[in-house]
């Protein structure tokens, strides 16, 4: 980072600093390391929408991004001139604060401030709160910078439209009021942010909520060396974070510190350091498995702009499963897999596919709802497949349901996810997600819909399919192996109560 760039403070920046000015601070000195493939969607689509959204808009002058003293010369000029009653990415600078505007139209006197967003507008009307904060920011800079702007207004994905219908694929929504109030808000603290931000020492910290979202509390701030924060316990809103701030930690807190059951779990786990189980549970549970049993695990994506006729913004997609059939505990798994080609419609052949895979079991094992949701949803979309997809929901089982009811470990940190249980109960190094190359399903999908939209070189596409093969078949094994823990831990238990 170099000093020049220490003189501008950017949205990111700013809206770090608004949780906390140390975040802000780190933000501003922090490069951009290597994006990830969910990163790399993400930023695909988003340049994508901004494209389309542009042109629903209508035609309007496209203002130069780089190098800032061109950019915020030509909007200056563009603004100036009566010709121009659209402009494109308009740069303001103001106080040390830079913002970009998606979009400016001419109303009268003044300008309609436009901010684009890949997402889909609500229903019932509401918007999301970081939408108004990104176009608040824009708001606040424009105004400080001398910008006429009356009105505010986002862009947003249309929630009736369906691909190959006649509804438009995006809408206005109109933001004026909530985007002022909150521009306000901004304004009475951008100096104090702004000069904290751009100091050469970070600014003082302290213990707050929103730390627990921040990549920097471990490692450069209040969170080095604690291995307890209070944000373990499960489903803690900040209402009760900040009543219990003073301590600082869970290894802190009274004995009798007011708690849900759930939080109760992981409080009393965490102090005592060592593993609780509630085994008539765990047996209730586990008794509910019947041999045979298949393991499915999906990966899914959700394209802004949809793929397939009469397709929603947004739509979830499976489009890879792995299943692990296996016909006793501790029996040999027999693998199956499926992933997507890159073109055509693929759902069905999914569905149908997997149906054939998984009927030869008395269980489907899952970990979380997340397969039940998307089988729901397919069967709805497949109706004459309706009927087999019910009857396979019947057969499911929720592993993960065993982590939240009947074991609990203090290794766990308060999760449950596959990801944190799985190396605390079977530390396998084979059974390692760290190694593989894609490794979390932000860059499965992120992977699948680059390739799908040919977004990467074609050469890579054979290796990188392999990648996430790999990475689903290990859900899936994981799976596996976490039944066959918590099936010992059962028996075990079973044996010392039989002494």
């Known amino acids: 980072m170099s000093e020049r760039d220490l003189e501008r403070v950017s949205k990111r920046v700013f809206l770090d600093a608004w949780e906390c000015d140390a975040r802000g601070w780190y933000a501003a000195r922090a490069g951009d390391g290597p994006a990830g493939f969910g990163d790399q969607w993400r930023f695909w689509v988003g340049h994508e929408v901004q494209r389309l959204a542009q042109e629903w808009l209508g035609a309007g002058d496209l203002m130069p991004l780089a190098p800032i003293g061109e950019a915020l010369e030509a909007t200056h000029a563009a603004m100036a001139t009566s010709a121009a009653n659209r402009v494109f990415e308009a740069t303001f600078l103001a106080d040390a604060m830079v913002a970009r505007a998606d979009a400016l139209e001419r109303t009268g006197d003044g300008w309609r401030l436009i901010e684009i967003k890949s997402g889909k507008a609500a229903e019932h009307g509401k918007v999301e709160k ?5 176009v608040a920011f824009t708001l606040m800079v424009a105004r400080r910078a001398g910008a006429s702007i009356h009105e505010v207004a986002l862009v947003l994905l249309n929630p009736e439209y369906r691909r190959g219908g006649t509804e438009p694929l995006f809408v206005r929504v109109d933001v004026t009021t909530a985007a002022s109030l909150r521009a306000h808000q901004f304004d009475a603290r951008a100096t104090a942010l702004t000069h904290a931000v751009l100091e050469p020492e ?29 944000w373990l316990l499960p489903r803690l809103s900040e209402k009760r974070f900040d009543a219990m701030r003073s301590y600082g930690r869970i290894r802190r807190l009274p004995a009798d510190v007011e708690l849900t059951e759930p939080q109760r779990r992981v409080f009393d786990v965490l102090r005592a350091g060592k593993p609780r189980q509630d085994g008539r549970e765990l047996t209730k549970l586990l008794a509910k498995v019947r041999w045979p049993v298949a393991y499915v695990d999906f990966e899914t994506v959700n394209p802004a702009l949809p793929w397939f006729e009469g397709g929603a ?65 397919l069967a709805e979309r497949f109706p004459r497949h309706a009927d087999a997809i019910d009857a396979v929901i019947a057969r499911m089982f929720d592993l993960e349901v065993v982590f939240k009811q009947a074991y609990w470990h203090p290794g766990f940190e308060g999760r449950t996810s596959i990801k944190r249980v799985l190396p605390v109960l079977v530390p396998d190094e084979t059974l390692s997600y760290e190694s593989l190359p894609v490794n979390n399903g932000d860059d499965a999908l992120g992977l699948f819909g ?9 050469m890579s596409t054979t290796p990188r399919r392999e990648e996430l093969l790999r990475y689903c078949a290990l859900d899936t094994l994981g799976m596996v192996h976490l039944h066959r823990a918590v099936a010992a831990l059962m028996a075990d238990t079973e044996h010392a109560e039989a002494e």
């Open 450 to 458: 680059l390739m799908r939209m040919g977004a990467l070189d074609p």
């Open 202 to 230: 970070r600014p003082p910290v302290e213990l707050r909520f929103a730390c627990r979202k921040c990549a920097h509390y471990t490692k450069q701030c209040v969170g080095i060396g604690v291995e307890d924060p209070l």
């Open 313 to 377: 913004a947004h739509d979830v997609l499976p489009f890879q499963y792995s299943v692990h059939l296996v016909h006793t505990l501790g029996g040999t798994p027999e693998h199956h897999e499926y992933l997507a080609p890159l073109e055509g419609d693929w759902r069905e052949s999914f569905v149908e596919r997997l149906l054939q895979v998984v009927q030869p079991a008395a269980s489907v094992v899952v970990y979380s709802s997340y397969e039940k949701v998307r089988l729901r949803e």
């Open 130 to 134: 970081r939408y108004i904060d990104d």
